[in-house]
């Protein structure tokens, strides 16, 4: 009885101790898993650390530049006033230059338009155009069978260096008046007046001329030719004058 409980008590103490060996050997090899686990997340603790370092590298190197000092920011702007400044005097003297053109050429044409009364005194211009009309009319319309008509009027209405350049114009026609029985005919059909300042005034002619010949043997009928020139007039006497003949050529 005594053996058998003795033997009893000892098989519990065997399977006690192997229980209690088998704890101490199961309990190291359920921790190691744990211990891996805090193994395995130092490397990724570690990379993460790594990329929160170049994340803040990057950021540094991406950041800007700090401001330099003010005294050096002071002195940058203080550069740049030099170029400035010149760039605002050469557009000032080049505005007052340009002003200063313009006031003249105003200046000018005021006086221009002071001095030329054919702007601002109708009657005066319309007395010009008319004179110079009449006086064109009558020296250069020739007829052979009344030259003294013809000459007379050049006495009349000509004047200075007219006289003989108008004596070289006619020369021509009255060369050949007599033999071809010539009858020349000149009729303004419009002027205008240029210029009138004070006692001389400039006008534009333009007229018609007609050049008949009767004599026996020559073309029938008519030639027909229209004119245009200037005469610088002056006033003289009451009248105006026909002072210098501007044929443009």
């Known amino acids: 009885m005594s053996t ?5 008590n000892r098989q519990r103490r065997l399977a006690a101790a192997s229980a209690a060996a088998a704890e101490r050997t199961v309990r190291p090899s359920a921790e190691r898993p ?13 990379t993460a650390a790594g990329t929160a370092g170049a994340t803040t590298a990057t950021e540094t190197e991406e ?13 940058r702007r203080t550069d740049r006033f030099p170029l400035t400044l010149a760039l605002l005097a050469l557009l000032t003297v080049l505005l007052g230059g340009f002003a200063a053109v313009a006031a003249g050429r105003a200046s ?3 006086d221009d338009s002071a001095a030329n009364t054919a702007l601002t005194d109708t009657a005066r211009t319309s007395e010009v155009k008319g004179t110079i009309a009449q006086d064109v009319n009558a020296v250069f319309s020739y007829d052979y069978t009344d030259t003294a008509r013809t000459d007379q009027a050049a006495r009349r209405v000509l004047t200075g260096k007219a006289v003989q350049q108008y004596a070289t114009m006619i020369a021509g026609v009255k060369a050949q008046a007599g033999a071809q029985k010539l009858v020349l005919t000149t009729t303004v059909t419009d002027t205008g ?3 009138i300042d ?10 018609d001329q007609s050049n008949t ?20 007039a002056v006033h003289q006497d009451g009248t105006w004058k026909i002072a210098a003949i501007d044929t443009f050529g």
């Open 213 to 232: 010949s009767t004599a026996k043997g020559a073309s029938t009928g008519s030639t027909y030719a229209a004119a245009m020139f200037a005469v610088d």
């Open 4 to 8: 058998t409980r003795h033997l009893i």
């Open 63 to 75: 950041a800007p530049e700090a401001p330099a000092d003010p005294e050096a920011r002071g002195r």
């Open 34 to 46: 744990a211990a891996d686990r805090t193994t395995e997340r130092a490397p990724r603790t570690d």
């Open 198 to 207: 004070g006692d001389r005034a400039r006008v534009l002619v333009y007229a």
């Open 193 to 195: 007046v240029e210029m």
């Open 108 to 110: 000018s044409l005021r």
